[in-house]
């Protein structure tokens, strides 16, 4: 049986969130395949708990030693949302270690982290995007500026960041400044964005060497002004409707804007692409999640199961397409 290490937790505000993600994808794993061992990851400690006691692992070759016996890992399915987990830096290390995993490459994570440049990295596919202005920490726009350039309302968000942490529906110039500093406590640039109204879809992706799999739609529908931090995650806050009811045209068109954003930036594995649908039917992308939420109420999991297809599948089929490519 193969040892998978199983990468959960991270140093963002989605900690808690990705440990709850890694305790469903750990109980449906194949059991008959592989063993794995869920790996707590918060800043340098890499740490097993099992009945009380903890182990830490030796990130000189990432390996484990448990009571005496050391155990060395074939691969690493990673479910940290948020930093070290999407933005890089995990899969730098695992990729100077030789270290086979499940998502997509330093590189990729890089681009897909950063809003900014998601956006200009599917700028040319056609894909719809908002209009928007970056800000660093030394900037000064004036809000009457910024207001006169994107209109109202209009969304204020952290450039590097998930769950919809920092980010604020802003309805007047007054709230802009408010809602800029609260965007910068999550990340050193903020991005202003055009309000566009319409329906939020989510299309979940998968592409392995021998198929795409294009998950049926989500309809994403919010009872707070947006689907923020708070819908995503409490029970009874947001409604998700699954296959969403849409055209077939627009079914069509989103999966194929998923498609090409998903290549644009060079995605590996399992990822969700979020889009607004405005009432005339064209798509406007959201944002690239590129380990998107696992847990009991997470969209994708919903996906795969309206596909007809189970998450053990799923798992086994991330797992064997990268380790049979290596």
């Known amino acids: 049986m193969r040892n998978i290490a199983l990468l959960a937790g991270g140093n963002s505000s989605e900690r808690e969130i ?9 109980e449906a794993f194949d059991k008959e395949r592989y063993n794995v061992w869920l790996i707590d990851v918060h800043g340098r400690s890499f740490t097993y708990r099992n009945e009380g006691q903890e182990y830490q692992m030796d990130l000189n070759d990432f390996s ?27 899969q730098g290390y695992l990729e100077m270690m030789g270290v086979p995993f499940s998502s997509c ?34 900037d000064w726009i004036a809000p009457d500026a910024i207001v006169a350039e994107l209109g109202l309302p209009l969304f204020v968000k952290p450039n590097a960041s998930g769950s919809s942490c920092g980010v604020t529906k802003v309805k007047s110039a007054e709230e802009l400044p408010e809602a800029i ?15 566009i109204a319409g329906r939020e879809m989510a299309c979940g992706v998968l ?37 969403a009811e849409i055209t077939p045209e627009i079914a069509d068109k989103l999966h ?33 999640n590129t380990i998107p939420g696992m847990s009991g109420g997470s969209i994708v999991p919903k996906q795969i199961r309206a596909a007809g297809m189970t998450m053990t599948e799923v798992l086994t089929l991330i797992i064997e397409d990268e380790l049979c490519n290596q």
């Open 181 to 195: 500093f609260k965007a910068f406590d999550e990340s050193p640039e903020v991005l202003v964005e055009e309000f």
């Open 105 to 138: 490459d330093m590189v990729s994570s890089v681009i897909t982290f950063d809003k900014v440049t998601t956006k200009r990295a599917v700028a040319d596919t056609g894909v719809g995007l908002a209009k928007g202005l970056l800000l660093r920490e030394e």
């Open 256 to 288: 194929e804007m998923t498609l090409a954003a998903y290549k644009a930036c060079r995605c590996k594995g399992l990822a969700r692409v979020d889009f607004i649908v405005t009432p005339e039917g064209e798509p406007y992308m959201i944002e690239i």
């Open 64 to 90: 484990l030693t448990v009571e005496g016996e050391k155990i060395e890992f074939e691969y690493a399915y990673i479910m940290i949302h948020g930093t070290p987990g999407e933005d890089g830096h995990i």
């Open 207 to 243: 592409v392995t060497s021998e198929k795409e799999y294009l998950f049926p739609i989500t309809e994403v529908v919010a009872k707070n002004e947006f689907f923020d931090y708070e819908a995503k995650y409490t029970a009874g806050m947001s409604d998700e409707i699954t296959p």
């Open 18 to 26: 990705a440990l709850q993600s890694a305790a469903q994808v750990r």
